[in-house]
């Protein structure tokens, strides 16, 4: 071979070997905590994430933000410690802790040096076991949740998410009004209440704690029964995961009005799946991609490529414990209102009409290929692990779709999209009403309320 040849000369480069999430330790404590952990060589940074089931049906009707209100309050102030010392405790060693509720229930969120996991899981666990909820705390985030609820009426694609969930749910469902609670439920609560439902929800009975990074040299047994291991309380009454039921008249449009308005925006939604769902959970990760997930995709081709509409529309199946939906979401110039929700819902209703091979494959392989990045480091591991646990699931499931990928083809595409979306949308537009409601209404794609935003 001749130099010249030599420097042309390119390596052979193999295909990627299929990508599975890292081995789990299983394990259960007597008080019946679930332990989960993932040995994550080099990654001296340990997370640990402590997930709970608590369905947001739980809260009272009249004090619905609670589960929000005392997810904030857990880390000020223990039986211990004042909210200053827990977080002094907390800085001197360097320890991240944070909580948060979804749907489906509360996780704890703790990352720490490896040097300090002792020390980092006994604050956990006194923010978990034993929170002081002091009356001045609880008044502060109160205050800070209904200043929240101002903005979040105030910023559009907030408020168009509120709307949708409100018109596209009936509204006897929990999941009709917003996750953290409204001025009227929020306002209300005192820290009697916040001790009573921790008491009553809180409990290690079905709980799981994920911890993930290198846990070499580490006895994680041992480490979770010493702070966890004495947790008690009895099992809170189940919730039976159901569907939450859809609003009758959920299929319509409904204009919120923001006169002057530069920008609309637009939040688009019908039925989709759970990650139960029959035909595997691995078209739909695809799905999410090829329809409106990347700047290649259907709608941004149009929106954003094509008519220069937008930075930028997404769409994706988003999952709940039990049922889904399919959202699309983003914001638009405002002289293209009209035109351009009629081309997203076009492109959303035509995409029933199947796939191509390439759009699949580039699908296919942007969700197998980028997996090893999304789960590379151990908050992402803990998070993944914990998440999963919610809904009865281990990460085998996350194994499972990145392989089931493999057999993902044009045709299995078209028969997810056309299971679940068949045109029968809820549309919430943010906007100027007095421009481009008209406009709307001759779009015809059902019956347009124009509302005060």
């Known amino acids: 071979m001749t130099s010249q040849e030599s420097v042309l000369a390119r390596p052979q480069v193999s295909p990627p070997e299929p990508w599975a999430f890292p081995e789990a330790q299983r394990s259960e404590l007597a008080n019946g905590l679930g332990v989960v952990s993932y040995d994550i060589p080099g990654q001296y940074v340990i997370s640990v994430c402590l997930a709970v089931p608590m369905p947001l049906e739980r809260e009272p009707r009249d004090r619905e933000g609670i589960a929000t209100i005392m997810a904030r309050t857990l880390d000020e102030g223990t039986a211990l410690h004042t909210a200053e010392e827990f977080a002094e405790l907390l800085e001197r060693k360097g320890i991240a802790l944070g909580a948060g509720v979804s749907d489906a229930g509360l996780v704890v969120n703790l990352d720490v040096s490896k040097r300090h996991l002792s020390e980092a899981l006994d604050l956990l666990s006194q923010a978990v076991r034993e929170p002081a909820f002091p009356a001045d705390e609880v008044s502060r985030h109160i205050k800070i949740r209904l200043a929240e609820i101002d903005q979040e009426r105030a910023v559009p694609g907030q408020r168009a998410a509120i709307e949708f969930i409100a018109t596209y749910f009936d509204a006897d469902e929990r999941a009709s009004r917003p996750t953290a609670g409204t001025k009227a439920t ?189 789960y590379a480091t151990a908050d992402a591991v803990a998070e993944e692990a914990a998440g999963l646990s919610l809904e009865g699931l281990t990460t085998d499931f996350t194994t499972e779709n990145l392989l089931a990928l493999a057999e993902v083809d044009a045709a299995s595409l078209a028969a997810a999209y056309g299971r679940y979306v068949n045109g029968e949308w809820t549309v919430v537009v943010v906007g100027d009403a007095s421009l481009y409601a008209e406009g709307v209404r001759g779009l015809d794609r059902g019956e347009v309320s124009v509302l005060p935003a």
Request: hydrophobic share 40%.
């Open 186 to 374: 929020v306002s209300v609560i005192t820290p009697a209440d916040l001790v009573a439902f921790h008491a009553a929800n809180v409990v290690p009975s079905g709980a799981t704690v994920a911890i993930a990074g290198d846990l070499s040299d580490l006895d994680v047994a041992s480490e979770i029964e010493q702070a966890l291991g004495s947790w008690s309380g009895g099992a809170a009454e189940p919730v039976e995961p159901r569907e939450a039921a859809r609003a009758l008249e959920a299929t319509r449009v409904v204009f919120l009005d923001r006169p002057g308005s530069v920008q609309t925006e637009f939040y688009v939604g019908c039925p989709g799946p759970d990650h139960s769902v029959e035909d595997g959970w691995a078209p739909y990760q695809v799905l999410g991609f090829v329809v409106g997930g990347s700047p290649s995709a259907r709608v941004d081709a149009v929106l954003r490529e094509e008519k220069g509409f937008t930075y930028g529309i997404r769409s994706g199946f988003r999952p709940r414990r039990r049922g889904g939906m399919f959202l699309t979401s983003g914001s638009v110039r405002a002289d293209s209102t009209v035109e351009a929700l009629g081309l997203l819902l076009d492109i959303l209703d035509t995409a029933r009409e199947g796939f191509t091979a390439q759009e699949t494959k580039a699908g296919v392989d942007f969700i197998g290929r980028t997996a090893p990045g999304r």
